[in-house]
């Protein structure tokens, strides 16, 4: 997905009040949620969602982007999932459906608010206004296989221990100790983690 920055486009008393927000965001985040800031670009909206419990996505952490247009605040952001994931209001290329976050829309909702109407639809799918007609589709008439094929894909994408950008991985750090046996036992891990998902998606194939 092509950068879309648009510090440009807003004002700066838009800009301004964006800033305060993700500030707050980034110290009191909504539960399951974790706000990603880049200073380099403020209009660069970025979060983690925790699947929630329940629900086929629980125990899968989804990335998301929010971007603003130059008619924020009079108009949400739009909303792209980063991981992959089955959903009927998700496009395959990760867009989330516009009249989802238009619904209820006001001006000083602001991206607190985005970020829970998109947890909510983990919790709440809502078929009528479906951008993945399949799931959708699933989701009406075969509830159970749209809940195995939304965890499948859930286990597959969202899951599995993934080092964040700006974190230590570890690697390079070792100085021949504890860490080198642990690193050894990781790969196998990871090795063996691969043949699983190798199978899922070959299962996932005949579905």
């Known amino acids: 997905m092509a950068s879309t920055s648009n510090v440009e486009n807003l004002s700066p008393q838009i800009l301004r009040g964006v800033m305060k927000e993700m500030t707050e965001l980034v110290k009191g985040p909504p539960e399951g949620i974790k706000v990603h800031m880049n200073d380099e670009d403020i209009t660069d909206i970025q979060a983690t969602i925790?699947?929630?419990?329940?629900t086929p996505y629980a125990g899968?952490?989804?990335?998301?982007?929010?971007?603003?247009?130059?008619?924020?605040?009079?108009?949400?952001?739009?909303?792209?999932?980063?991981?992959k994931i089955?959903?009927?209001?998700?496009?395959?290329?990760?867009?989330?459906?516009?009249?989802?976050?238009?619904?209820d829309w006001k001006a000083d909702l602001g991206i607190r608010h985005v970020l829970l109407v998109i947890k909510c639809l983990l919790i709440v799918p809502n078929a009528e206004s479906a951008l993945n007609e399949e799931a959708g589709k699933l989701l009406l008439e075969a509830y159970d296989d749209y809940a195995a094929r939304a965890k499948m894909i859930t286990?597959?994408?969202?899951?599995?221990?993934?080092?964040?950008?700006?974190?230590?991985?570890?690697?390079?750090?070792s100085q021949g100790g504890p860490l080198t046996k642990k690193h050894a036992a990781d790969k196998k891990i990871t090795a063996d983690r691969k043949k699983l998902l190798k199978d899922k998606k070959r299962t996932l194939k005949r579905l």
């Open 86 to 103: 089955f959903h009927p209001n998700v496009a395959s290329n990760g867009e989330i459906c516009v009249n989802t976050l238009k619904k």
């Open 155 to 173: 286990e597959i994408h969202a899951q599995g221990p993934k080092v964040c950008k700006g974190e230590p991985s570890g690697e390079g750090t």
């Open 60 to 83: 899968g952490m989804f990335r998301v982007k929010l971007a603003l247009s130059k008619d924020f605040p009079n108009v949400p952001p739009k909303g792209y999932f980063l991981t």
């Open 50 to 54: 925790a699947g929630p419990a329940g």
